[in-house]
C-alpha cells in the first residue's frame, strides 16, 4: 500500500538526530524518498545506520556555496526536489551577557544563515516546476521567551518572519512555506545527557521552566513534531502557507 507521500521528494537538513533524523524516518515511512544532509561524516553514518535515506549530503550549510552544491547533489540523485525541510540550527544557549562574539555567530549562522541560504538554493527548482513545500523548524521560545534563549530567539525569529514574506512572494508559483515551532523536545541526546549525571545546572533549569510552562505537562517527542512536517509536505496541506504551527502541548496559545 502507497503512503501519503508517494512520489515526493524531500531534502532534510540536520538530519543526523533527533527532530531531523525522527522527520526523515517519518517521510519515507510516508513514501517519501528523503535526501539526507548533515555536517560530517560521522553524522552520516548515524543516519544511514538508522534509515533508508536516497542520497546525501555533507557540508557546513551556512558557508556561502554549499547549499548551492547540496540541491545541485539532491537533484542529480532524485530528479526533482518538493520538499525542502531546514532543520538544521542548534544554537548556543546561556544568558545573553555570557554570550561571546563566536557564540553569537555561531547561533546566528547555524539557525538564520543556513536556513536563508538553503531556501535561496532551491527556489529557483520549485518556481520553475510551480510546485514545491518549504518547511522551517523554528522554536515556540520565539513566543514564550524561555530562559537564555534571546539570542537563539533573534535567530529563530528570524526564520519565523522569513517564511511569511516567502509564503507571499511565491503563492502564485505553486510554492507554500510554513514553520513548524516546537517546544522544549526530549531528543535521544538529551535523554542519554540527562542519564550520564553530567548535565550542567543551568541547562537543568532551563529544561525544568521548558517543562512546567507546557500544560500536557511534559516536552514534545520528536515523532510528534515529525508528523507536523509531514502533513505540511504532502498535498492535504495546499491551502495553507504563511502559517507558523506551535507543537508544544499548549506552552504557547493563540
Not at 84 to 113: C, F, R, Y
Not at 124 to 141: K, Y
Not at 161 to 175: H, K, S, V
Request: net charge negative.
Amino acid at each position: 500500500m502507497s503512503g501519503p507521500l508517494e512520489g515526493r521528494t524531500a531534502i532534510v537538513t540536520g538530519a543526523a538526530s533527533g527532530i531531523g533524523l525522527g522527520t526523515a524516518a517519518r517521510l519515507i515511512s510516508d513514501g517519501a524518498r528523503v535526501f539526507a544532509a548533515t555536517r560530517s561524516e560521522e553524522e552520516l553514518r548515524r543516519v544511514t545506520a538508522d534509515i533508508p535515506v536516497t542520497g546525501t549530503f555533507v557540508g557546513e550549510l551556512q558557508k556561502p556555496g554549499i547549499a548551492d552544491d547540496l540541491v545541485d547533489t539532491a537533484l542529480a540523485t532524485l530528479g526533482h526536489i518538493d520538499v525542502l525541510v531546514n532543520n538544521a540550527g542548534g544554537g548556543v544557549i546561556k544568558p545573553t551577557l555570557e554570550h561571546t562574539e563566536e557564540s553569537l555567530q555561531a547561533t546566528i549562522d547555524n539557525n538564520l544563515w543556513t536556513t536563508i541560504r538553503c531556501t535561496r538554493a532551491v527556489l529557483p527548482h520549485m518556481v520553475s516546476r510551480q510546485h514545491g513545500r518549504l518547511i522551517n523548524i523554528g522554536a515556540d521560545s520565539v513566543r514564550t521567551g524561555l530562559m537564555d534563549h534571546a539570542m537563539y530567539n533573534a535567530a529563530k525569529g528570524g526564520v519565523h518572519a522569513m517564511m511569511t514574506g516567502l509564503a507571499r512572494e511565491f503563492a502564485t508559483a505553486g510554492i507554500t512555506a510554513n514553520t513548524v515551532a516546537p517546544c522544549y523536545v526530549l531528543t535521544p541526546e538529551l535523554s542519554a545527557l540527562f542519564a550520564s549525571g553530567e548535565t550542567p545546572a543551568r541547562l537543568l533549569d532551563v529544561v525544568k521552566q521548558g517543562t512546567e510552562i507546557v500544560p500536557l505537562g511534559r516536552p514534545g517527542d520528536p515523532a510528534e513534531v515529525a508528523a507536523t512536517v509531514a502533513f505540511l509536505a504532502g498535498e492535504d496541506s495546499r491551502f495553507l502557507t504563511g502559517q507558523t504551527i506551535y507543537v508544544n502541548g499548549g506552552a504557547s496559545m493563540g
